[in-house]
């Protein structure tokens, strides 16, 4: 059974038109992230909620916001996709920020701009 | 800042090979190393995870050894598959939150 879920599969957009990448995880883990990944180049961190606490990369651009409602389920929310922004888009979770725990990854969205 | 390098960056066997792929990082303050599968348009599957205390951890077929000294990971992939085929990518983690990825290595095994 799938443990982290995202959701579309593909999204397609238009340029400029606000996007959100959805992602739930069945394990009730604490630590949600998202990951950027550009073709043939290494996944990016973006941001990442320690329960509700928001933490964002310095280099993750100001387009890009999230969103933790509750344990199960967090946004992606592109406010105005650039030609750029498409990529495949990685959502993990971990059971803690200890370091010796796991990442369990989704199996992505990938977004193109049209 | 921490580099994660992958070489080479594609490699193709003949079924039934055993294999070596290979990830070397900059900075060995790690806490750990992980490897990871990725089908072509999928997500990314944990393989296995090494501790920096740790030199080795072993999972079916797969063996993974950590020089933290020297900066270097080994995926050694005994009696390869076809269904093997993939990208492999190794990722260290040198805080809470900070993984950094290699940009992987594409496997092909021919049958």
């Known amino acids: 059974d799938a443990m982290v879920i995202q959701n579309p599969r593909y999204q397609v957009t238009q340029f400029g038109k606000p996007v959100t990448l959805s992602c739930s995880q069945t394990?009730?883990?604490?630590?949600m992230y998202w990951y950027q990944q550009k073709s043939s180049q290494a996944p990016k961190l973006l941001f990442h909620?320690?329960?509700?606490?928001?933490?964002n990369e310095a280099d993750t651009p100001d387009n890009f916001q999230s969103r933790r409602p509750n344990t199960s389920f967090c946004f992606l929310d592109i406010r105005s996709p650039g030609l750029g922004d498409a990529a495949m888009y990685l959502c993990a979770t971990s059971g803690g920020e200890a370091t010796n725990e796991k990442l369990f990854f989704g199996s992505g969205t990938q977004l193109s701009v049209l | 800042k921490q580099e994660v390098t992958q070489i080479p960056a594609a490699l193709s066997v003949p079924e039934g090979e055993n294999l070596v792929l290979n990830c070397s990082f900059t900075d060995s303050a790690i806490y750990n190393l992980q490897w990871f599968r990725q089908d072509p348009g999928k997500g990314l599957t944990s393989l296995l995870l090494i501790q920096s205390s740790q030199r080795e951890q072993t999972s079916g077929r797969l063996n993974a050894s950590l020089d933290k000294s020297s900066g270097r990971s080994t995926l050694y992939i005994a009696a390869s598959q076809p269904g093997d085929s993939a990208t492999y990518l190794c990722a260290v983690r040198t805080g809470a939150n900070n993984l950094f990825f290699g940009t992987g290595t594409r496997l092909t095994v021919i049958p």
């Open positions: 394990l009730n883990h604490n630590v």
């Open positions: 909620y320690y329960d509700k606490d928001f933490n």
